[in-house]
């Protein structure tokens, strides 16, 4: 039987959600940091001519009263009204931010009597050290690209080398581990033989095997590895990078008042946006302007009127999941965080009348300045584990019990995994070996072989 195709009009009625470019703007808007919502609000009024932040003109002449107020005031008072000798200050003076680690070389390099070129080649290496303060390019690049030879490149290397921090300049762990060893007061030999040929081992736990190999007992190879352990790893860390620094605002603020916790909006942070009273003007008189001009105005207010609204229902959707938070985590704020519950976003948008989603979307990049600290709001939605007599502790009550096993077991026997689980079964919490392996690792802890020691 053939086929046959042909072309036909056809009417059919079907339903779908169709999302109005309104709808994703508010969603956007929920989802946004409050560094990012002040980023895009000003990106938006970059574009809109009609929107702006209110009384700004208010306070820049506020602001000039009291400049105009600070320079008639007399010299005796602007000091506090004291004309005593000024006394030493009891506070160390404040250390600015460190430069980068390139600069800090930089300078040192001035200290080396070094010729010319050989600065020059110094310089090229300086430049080409990674965040860490390792040296991120090949010898043979550098030999080709000044000419010389590898014992020259050594020499230039060996300068970088002996700079500060110790360690820098190094081209792997075991180098810069061996450079900073080297430079103690009494160099351990062990330690040195160590960080150059069994990292890997130590990291594994191999003691026998470093036993066998370096013919020394295990009380010696524990007191190597503490001298390695004492070395910095990353010698580059704690200089500027040079990135932008990231800031983490409030969103909202939690305060006791009268053995209750209330939720408050950080409006410094949160924008009130407004439509610029010129244009509202010319809007109303529509006969004086023309249609195009009407029109365009139209389409920015439109616009604008969408932002505000947007800000608007953000400001209420969060303060509203803070609230249910609170609430159902006041034991936390109370006691602290062994009394943090678990908690779904499921259970918040029940309680708020809104869809899982939107929760979801309303504590992302959010942040909550309460007694306790500033905490994400997705830190109170712990997973939580049931116990024997029905009830749920969170992940983070169940992190620090095993935390507290760990510190204090007995260091010549650590607590395995397996040990650990029954421990938390017999205080009635019901855990497997490998969930306790997992919060182990969350937490940044080793095995119990690494965590071995012999003296």
């Not at 506090?80 to 680690?101: C, H, I």
């Not at 160099?187 to 191999?206: C, F, S, T, Y």
């Not at 029905?390 to 607590?415: A, C, M, R, W, Y």
């Amino acid at each position: 039987m053939a086929i046959q195709m042909g072309y036909g009009l056809y009417q059919e009625q079907r339903m779908k959600m169709v999302m109005t470019p309104e709808l994703r703007q508010a969603i956007q808007i929920l989802q946004f940091s409050a560094s990012d919502l002040w980023q895009y609000i000003i990106e938006q009024m970059t574009e809109n001519p009609v929107l702006e932040l209110p009384d700004l003109e208010a306070e820049r002449l506020n602001l000039d009263k009291w400049l105009n107020y600070l320079q008639e005031m007399p010299v005796s008072r602007r000091r506090g009204g004291y004309r005593q000798e000024q006394k030493e200050s009891v506070f160390e003076p404040y250390a600015a931010g460190s430069g980068t680690l390139a600069e800090e070389l930089e300078a040192q390099l001035f200290e080396f009597d070094l010729t010319p070129a050989k600065r020059k080649i110094c310089h090229y290496l300086i430049y080409n050290l990674d965040e860490r303060g390792y040296l991120d390019v090949d010898a043979v690049h550098v030999c080709k690209r000044f000419h010389i030879s590898e014992k020259r490149f050594e020499e230039c290397l060996e300068v970088i080398q002996a700079m500060e921090p110790a360690g820098v300049g190094a081209r792997s762990l075991s180098e810069c581990l061996e450079i900073q060893l080297k430079r103690m007061d009494h160099p351990n030999p062990l330690a040195i033989e160590i960080a150059r040929h069994h990292l890997e081992d130590v990291a594994d736990g191999k003691w026998r095997k470093m036993e066998q190999a370096l013919g020394a007992g295990m009380e010696e190879l524990q007191a190597a590895v503490d001298e390695i352990k004492k070395c910095n790893p990353r010698p580059g860390r704690g200089y500027d990078t040079g990135a932008p620094t990231q800031y983490v605002y409030p969103d909202v603020y939690v305060e006791k008042v009268n053995d209750e916790y209330v939720v408050v909006m950080n409006e410094s942070d949160t924008p009130q946006l407004t439509v610029n009273h010129y244009y509202q003007q010319l809007i109303r008189s529509r006969g004086q302007i023309g249609e195009e001009v009407e029109q365009y105005l139209k389409n920015w207010l439109q616009s604008a009127l969408w932002l505000i609204k947007g800000i608007e229902q953000r400001r209420d959707t969060v303060f509203r999941v803070a609230e249910a938070i609170v609430t159902r985590q006041k034991e936390f704020f109370e006691k602290g965080v062994d009394y943090l519950k678990p908690l779904t976003l499921k259970t918040i948008a029940e309680e708020v009348g809104l869809h899982e989603s939107t929760v979801s979307r309303a504590t992302q990049h959010k942040y909550m300045q309460t007694p306790k600290g500033l905490f994400p709001f997705r830190y109170f939605f712990p997973s939580g584990l049931a116990t024997k007599s029905g009830e749920n502790l969170s992940q983070e009550t169940v992190k620090k019990k095993i935390k507290q096993f760990i510190s204090g077991e007995d260091k010549k026997d650590p607590l395995s995994d397996q040990k650990i689980a029954d421990l938390l079964c017999g205080e009635g919490i019901r855990i497997s070996r490998r969930t306790v392996a997992k919060y182990r690792d969350e937490m940044g802890i080793v095995s119990s072989a690494r965590r071995k020691r012999f003296l």
